[in-house]
């Protein structure tokens, strides 16, 4: 079955610690998206992927950093200059008509140790 | 830049009928999408619209009017397993496709 597959479930990072979160998708989707969710509160943007090689910064890209070497992979790599990482990130695809809809994964849960 | 405005939660009852309101304000308009989420997992697409109108998927229907920034969306015959947050999205006219999310409607569905 086609889907995107976010890894790991959860993860903790110390302080000054970089961590990456894995985003794959094998729906051949051109755009990709990573999101940040705060308890409460609705998806806030972050970085975004229209085509291999190319992204650009959202709207809370700051201590934030992501390649796309391949259409497959968006990795997203939180910094130590992110100094509230605590919370619910969400990578999701889309193809390039805009008429269809964003696929999520199912998230990575990052928490401080 | 946008603003979207959602009720922050709703309660109602198995098998009434319950209309979650959005409001929003974009300087360009290209498409409105109802997501729900369960608490802790991944939003699920619900419905799409581009056009004024009513959009009808089984027990979910979405509204939309462009002129007045308004889109609804209507669930029927209400399960227990409606409970969750209905987001709403809006995607504008810039070069980027990501949409921008309203903070989220939490629905309580009660016996």
């Known amino acids: 079955d086609g889907g995107i597959t976010q890894s790991p479930k959860y993860l903790f990072r110390k302080e000054g610690q970089n961590v990456t979160l894995s985003c794959e998708q094998n729906l051949n989707h051109d755009a990709m998206y990573w999101y940040r969710q705060d308890p409460g509160q609705g998806l806030r943007l972050i970085y975004y992927?229209?085509?291999?090689?190319?992204?650009q910064k959202g709207d809370i890209a700051e201590g934030y950093s992501v390649s796309r070497e391949k259409k497959e992979s968006f990795p997203l790599t939180v910094t130590s200059a992110q100094k509230n990482p605590t919370a619910f990130y969400l990578c999701?695809?889309?193809?390039?008509?805009?008429?269809?809809?964003?696929?999520f994964g199912d998230g990575t849960r990052l928490s401080i140790l | 830049g946008q603003n979207i405005d959602q009720p922050t939660e709703m309660t109602a009852t198995e098998g009434a009928i319950v209309q979650i309101n959005c409001t929003y304000q974009?300087?360009?308009?290209?498409?409105l999408f109802w997501y729900q989420q369960h608490a802790g997992e991944a939003p699920t697409f619900l419905s799409y619209n581009v056009l004024d109108g009513l959009e009808e998927k089984g027990r979910f229907s979405s509204f939309l009017s462009r002129s007045k920034g308004y889109s609804y969306l209507l669930l029927k015959e209400l399960q227990m397993k409606d409970s969750a947050s209905y987001l709403c999205a809006v995607r504008d006219l810039t070069g980027r496709r990501a949409l921008t999310f309203g903070s989220g409607t939490r629905l309580q569905v009660q016996p």
């Open positions: 999701a695809s889309s193809p390039t008509d805009s008429n269809q809809p964003q696929h």
């Open positions: 992927s229209q085509i291999v090689n190319d992204f």
């Open positions: 974009t300087s360009g308009f290209n498409g």
